[in-house]
């Protein structure tokens, strides 16, 4: 009765949000998660559907509508990419925690070595609020391992706003151990991501490999004409270069359904490993990595990052989705000073 009024009052608040225009959040039609729309029509969602280990936001859209994130493997679209099933939407894990491997867990691993995987389960969300310009949403995951052992406690802020064309997601994300040390081993994937659409990959004109640490190799076919993505870094860094840099930002700009998009990724100065390594791909993942720094800076840095039983490390991101124009550096940096500024 009480989960019944408390949708009831959830779907009453969006109707009444969305009649007033701006931002509303409503309960997804199959349970797992919340929809967060602005004008009534849909931004993002917090999802943590069956088939994924790890809650993600999915999809993502720019303010006029346009997908910016990959279909797969949630959504089959003609034409796109069908490699690394673990490339989900926006999310945040990591490769080797204790050993076990957050980040390549996903449906397409073998029975067999299922126990070498680690799973984020979504828990509760404890808050919820929208207004005109902005809404937050506050939930509860736990990271746990397959014998159900939960290593982390997570609790993660998302504020979403609108500024002019642009949608800005700013995730807080505190992971808390518990009864036992965590240990983060210095490795390559991690930490937060996107997975873009094949639009908004870099173009190519070379079939790739790519071999995770567990020997599984994916191959990447290359790309067409309608390819159009391009990285930056806040230092002026382009294109496949900007894997293995630092720097305080970076944005991937392309061309989907005739619109012009900007995808900016900005690091805290909060945050550990500030700033953090570009594990950006041509192929459409874009990740940003605060852990791993043996393999970005070939052996010149190490950090095998731990917490002890209890205690816990706050992580702030912003992600910025702007669309009809390329932002430039000067406007990436007053959107990176401004979050440099939340505390």
């Not at 034409?79 to 076990?100: A, C, F, K, M």
């Not at 995808?263 to 950006?280: F, K, T």
């Not at 039983?309 to 406007?331: A, D, F, W």
């Amino acid at each position: 009765m009480k989960r019944t009024l408390i949708i009831f009052l959830s779907i009453l608040s969006g109707l009444f949000a969305t009649a007033q225009g701006g931002f509303s959040i409503t309960e997804k039609k199959d349970g797992k998660g919340v929809d967060i729309l602005f004008n009534g029509k849909l931004l993002t969602a917090y999802t943590y559907p069956d088939s994924s280990r790890k809650p993600v936001l999915f999809p993502v859209n720019t303010l006029d509508g346009v997908t910016v994130t990959r279909g797969y493997p949630f959504n089959m679209i003609a034409g796109e990419r069908t490699d690394h099933p673990h490339h989900t939407g926006i999310w945040l894990n990591y490769e080797s925690v204790n050993g076990l491997d957050f980040w390549n867990n996903s449906t397409a691993i073998a029975l067999d070595k299922r126990d070498q995987y680690g799973t984020i389960v979504h828990q509760k969300i404890i808050s919820q609020k929208s207004n005109y310009n902005h809404a937050s949403l506050v939930t509860a995951a736990n990271w746990i391992r397959p014998d159900k052992k939960v290593l982390l406690n997570e609790q993660t802020t998302f504020n979403f706003s609108v500024s002019g064309t642009s949608f800005i997601i700013d995730r807080v994300t505190t992971l808390t151990a518990t009864d036992i040390e965590v240990v983060f081993k210095d490795v390559k994937d991690g930490m937060l991501a996107i997975r873009v659409a094949r639009e908004l990959e870099m173009p190519s004109k070379d079939k790739s490999s790519f071999v995770d640490d567990k020997g599984n190799v994916t191959t990447v076919a290359p790309s067409g004409s309608d390819v159009t993505g391009m990285y930056t870094n806040s230092d002026g860094v382009m294109g496949d270069s900007v894997w293995s840099t630092k720097s305080r930002w970076a944005i991937l700009t392309g061309k989907k359904d005739h619109t012009f998009i900007t995808i900016g990724m900005i690091d805290h100065p909060d945050n550990v490993g500030y700033p953090g390594y570009w594990h950006a791909r041509g192929y459409g993942l874009f990740a940003l990595n605060p852990l791993g720094r043996e393999v970005f800076s070939k052996g010149a840095e190490k950090l095998n990052y731990s917490l002890q039983p209890h205690q816990s490390v706050t992580l702030k991101y912003r992600i910025v989705i702007h669309s009809g124009s390329y932002l430039n550096s000067g406007e990436m940096n007053h959107l990176a000073d401004q979050f440099a500024g939340m505390k």
